[in-house]
């Protein structure tokens, strides 16, 4: 072992060990899939795509379904295909670009941008596809019409409003219409409508305070778009809503597109957001899922697994173990997860589905979806925006 | 705006779409870096891998740098070279994978390694470098055994005892003894000597309980040495501590290899962990800080940037923002972070440096290190093994 002189044939050999990155192949059994792995239930996927599109269908609404849940083209496409929506949001120009090189057509960023060379890349996207952005400042409208009258395009811009999160936006009613003036004023920015997102309502736990928030947003929003008319300025968009509230806002006359998400999904924090029959938010399913597998068991009862902070994010609490009640993750470090394990059931080498506690920033934190039927891989699909941050 | 055929010359000038996806060019100012972007200070940075030298170089012990703070074949190279380090650490083969086809040398993957395909990827990797793995259990080392003969490479290991942190690990003394003999008995296996890392200690802010932590540890790793001793087997290796800590078993007698990882960049976290003399642990800096830009305003005294929770993470807690002891990071949402802003001098736009609260899981959120300095970019290191996770 003193001499380790580099085998250059196989130092060389880069495609074989590249091969090594990627978690599965077509056809793998799920026990074969290297963890920790991103795995979908295409069943379950399938049928909460379809819940959605009924749901959108049912009430003659467009679903704007949100890409920053997944970041991935495959799924976008789905979406918009057989899922019934007309197009996707995203967060990030760096998101929408990556998206749109891989066939998205029609989207959303349901965000402000900020900085001349984020601009100018978003004037090169209005030229691709429709592009869509948020405002919430003067000078931003100024600056993005300078900049889309230097690029010779027009883009679709919506007046973002806080509707009760306290995030982004400008006040509801005038300081909107205001804003949507000077808009509909700019060369080379067309009013769109508006962004009412309240995303501080969707993790509400108790449905009775869930209900009463999404009521004051949509008031806000309703007497927005009214205003909006009186001054002439008609909103061919009225955004918002998200997994755990697109029934409020779906059913409130006000909204004409949704922009849920993590519906495709799910997680442990979404699992908790129950309707008023006091079953899962529209019925939808787990079908994302963290695979990992046990590679320490120091003592009966306790074991460890391969799914830590890297493959997973803990910033809306723990993952749960799918389907295994009697076991508990209870701690996380960077690439270990602990779990508890009274009956002192599990194996080395055993694999579990974690479902993760939040599915956006854990998606993020992936090359790949393993995606799987009848418990084979039938497909891989990248986690195209991954990483897109600007 | 109806009719957006694509432009194809501008769809197909892929290159240059790709190139807004660095975050920035050498020789940009700080201000011209796109964000959020992770960028490290690199006189800061170089002190202290020059403090991390000093230490070692004085206590004639080695350093093997842990790689997963950084997962960075350019630090990880800078480590070895200039900051005095024998070598790196890293969790995962695929991270050693990416880091051996960079240019590393000498790596311990201190972790457990599970799974027929991880191992025999682990046994192409001896074959290139110096590997170096942990066990903590005898079916694994008749694994490790039986798949490195099979590809007739010697592998050193090292037995992973739980010295306190109640992760992974043998019981010291007795368990870890037997688990050696077992090692040496094995074909293509070496046993090169123990893992005695007490992670949980790091992050103790009470130094005398920190103290008192290691102690126990220090103790449990000397016992079980000394047991190996009279069993005939000599430790070429006895490794564990971290940035929290290194000083207790730097000066222990007992330890031989230490694996700090964050001591370079130090985080929100280490900065609590403070020394005897209530200075920062090791005089080391915060180096690495996630720029942000302020992108809405949406009140007096709030405001919201671009770094939410894809752009650090917050397992550890939330940033801080350096150098603005007046203003205050309070929440995180996924592309959003809110800023109490009381005096209200923040300006839409204004950049400003995140200390993240965990420096690894942050690292990993990232394709590219910004290295500045004197205000400029000096550096791109991409993050060679963000998302390796196997």
Redesign the interface.
Known sequence: ?ND?A??RA??EN?DL?VG??V?AEIGDLIE?I????LIIDLDAFERNCDRMRNFVETMGLRLRAHA?THKSADIALYQTTRGGACGVCC??V?EA?ALI?AGV?DILIS?????E??MD?LA?LA????VIVCV??A??VSDLSRIMTKNDV?L?VLVEI?CGA?????GPGIPAVELAKQIAASPNL?FAGIQAYN?LAQHIIDGEERRSAIAASTAKAEKTVSLLRSAGLECKIVGGAGTGTFNLEGTSGVYNELQCGSYIFMDTHYGMVRGEDGERIGGFENSLFVLT??????EPG?A?C?AG???H???SGLPTVFDRTELAFVD?????G?INDPEATLL??EKLKLVPG?C??TC????WFVAVRDGKVEALWPVTA?????
Chains 1, 2 share one sequence.
């Open positions: 072992m380790r580099v085998d196989a130092w880069r060990e090594y990155d978690p074969d290297q963890t920790p792995a920053k967060q990030k760096s670009d090189r057509t965000n402000q941008v900020w900085g060379k984020k890349r090169r030229k691709k596809a429709r919430d400042d000078a931003n027009v679709e806080d306290a995030r982004c936006g400008t067309e995303g597998t046990i590679m320490s068991r120091p306790r460890v391969d902070l890297k493959a994010s803990i910033d996380a470090s960077d690439e270990h602990s080395l080498g939040h956006d920033p993020n934190l992936y090359d991954r990483g897109k941050l600007f």
